[in-house]
């Protein structure tokens, strides 16, 4: 790799290179566009010593797919089955966490918790919103590049001009994401527990936490993987 190489590129060889971009801090995901030398720099990390990280870590074995070389229908499959699932189960159940802790502790923290459940919120229904548009257009017609890139037949055409149309699209929506990803963390303090911490406060926090971890390897595996490979497929 070159001092031109991205987070994104970085991401993208491995799962295991991601957990160790996110060990040091380095944003991959939105931020995944940063040359890799001066993302390290601006965190104050030596670029070889991650690199070097990154090169010890075992290749991916027979528990982790290597996503960069799989067929983009059964990289739709794994995220509408993983990472889309995830969510369509664990955002209602954080949201009904969130109502309970600003009913009981909204008056001790206001500005903070009153925020928090805003940016929640509107991520909740932004990502909801996000899914199905995915799962009902554009991932149907992925899954057609997957198939014809296996068999080695063109690519069927689409009704919106070209597929990079609605991919982009979706990374815009992404970087939202991203966006409030970075504010929760900010609001919770790095999902540090307040001093007024209940068991459902916890669960809250850790929630979000998990979320934010599932969130940034589904947004790499469309970003980084899937997206740019069904462009390229495209334009052949």
């Given at each position: 790799?070159?001092?031109?190489?991205?987070l994104?590129?970085?991401?993208?060889?491995?799962?295991?290179?991601?957990?160790?971009?996110?060990r040091?801090g380095?944003?991959?995901?939105?931020?995944?566009?940063?040359?890799?030398?001066e993302?390290?720099?601006a965190?104050?990390?030596?670029?070889?010593?991650?690199?070097q990280?990154i090169?010890?870590?075992?290749?991916?074995?027979?528990?982790?797919?290597d996503?960069q070389?799989?067929p983009?229908?059964e990289?739709?499959?794994?995220?509408v089955?993983?990472?889309?699932?995830y969510l369509?189960?664990?955002?209602?159940?954080?949201?009904?966490?969130?109502d309970?802790?600003l009913?009981v502790?909204?008056a001790?923290?206001q500005?903070t918790?009153?925020?928090l459940?805003d940016?929640?919120g509107s991520?909740?229904?932004e990502?909801?919103?996000?899914?199905?548009?995915?799962?009902?257009?554009?991932?149907?017609?992925?899954?057609?590049?997957g198939?014809?890139?296996?068999?080695?037949?063109?690519v069927?055409?689409?009704?919106?001009?070209?597929?990079?149309?609605?991919?982009?699209t979706?990374?815009?929506?992404h970087?939202g994401?991203?966006?409030?990803?970075?504010?929760?963390?900010?609001?919770?303090g790095?999902?540090?527990y307040?001093?007024?911490?209940?068991?459902t406060?916890?669960?809250?926090?850790?929630?979000l936490?998990?979320m934010?971890?599932?969130?940034?390897v589904?947004?790499?595996?469309?970003?980084?993987?899937?997206f740019?490979?069904?462009?390229a497929?495209?334009?052949?």
């Open positions: 790799m070159t001092t031109t190489t991205t994104a590129d970085v991401a993208a060889t491995s799962l295991s290179a991601v957990r160790t971009l996110e040091h380095l944003d991959y995901c939105c931020g995944g566009k940063q040359s890799f030398d993302a390290c720099a965190k104050g990390l030596k670029p070889e010593s991650v690199m990280e090169e010890r870590t075992p290749r991916p074995g027979a528990s982790e797919r996503w070389t799989a983009l229908d990289i739709v499959k794994h995220i089955a993983t990472h889309h699932e369509k189960a664990e955002l209602p159940a954080l949201g009904s966490r969130m309970k802790v009913a502790h909204g001790k923290d500005q918790l009153s925020r459940g940016v929640f991520l909740r229904a990502m909801e919103m996000h899914m199905h548009k995915e799962e009902s257009m554009l991932f149907p017609f992925l899954e057609q590049y198939r014809a890139e296996t068999l080695g037949r063109p069927p055409p689409v009704p919106f001009g070209s597929v990079a149309n609605p991919i982009g979706m990374e815009r929506e970087e994401a991203g966006e409030a990803l970075l504010e929760i963390r900010d609001l919770t790095g999902f540090a307040p001093s007024y911490a209940c068991s406060v916890r669960a809250l926090f850790d929630g936490k998990a934010e971890a599932d969130l940034h589904h947004i790499h595996l469309e970003n980084n993987i899937l740019p490979r069904a462009i497929l495209e334009r052949g």
